[in-house]
Nanobody
Framework: VQLVESGGGLVQSGGSLRLSCAAS????????MGWFRQAPGKEREFVAA????????YYAEAVKGRFSISRDNAKNTVYLQMNSLKPEDTAVYYC?????????????????WGQGTLVTVSS
């Protein structure tokens, strides 16, 4: 599975963006998918994950209630809707495939990382 993120950009604090992660490969719909982010000078951190069916989701505390992860298996795409953005959300956002098949927030247990898309939130 190859992943390509898009949708990043510059937005003012309080604004919204929707990120997309387009996947190649016929097995996309069988995987848990995750979004991570890496801010300048910081380690990569978990943001959200979604089950293969889209029926279950999991969020980091920092984004709960503001971000929403979803997927369209017919389009091989995972989305991250980001609302009420804050300057501290500024980061490069990555999507990845969960290689364990179980819920995990550890980035070492994800693979097939995309190139990332930059989100910048101005105050």
């Amino acid at each position: 599975v190859q992943l390509v993120e898009s949708g990043g950009g510059l937005v003012q604090s309080g604004g919204s963006l929707r990120l997309s992660c387009a996947a190649s490969g016929r097995t996309f719909s069988t995987y848990i998918m995750g979004w991570f982010r890496q801010a300048p000078g910081k380690e990569r951190e978990f943001v959200a994950a979604i089950s293969w069916s889209g029926g279950s989701t999991y969020y980091a505390e920092a984004v709960k209630g503001r971000f929403s992860i979803s997927r369209d298996n017919a389009k091989n795409t995972v989305y991250l809707q980001m609302n009420s953005l804050k300057p501290e959300d500024t980061a490069v956002y990555y999507c990845a495939v969960n290689s364990r098949g179980t819920w995990t927030t550890r980035d070492g247990e994800y693979r097939n990382w995309g190139q990332g898309t930059l989100v910048t939130v101005s105050s």
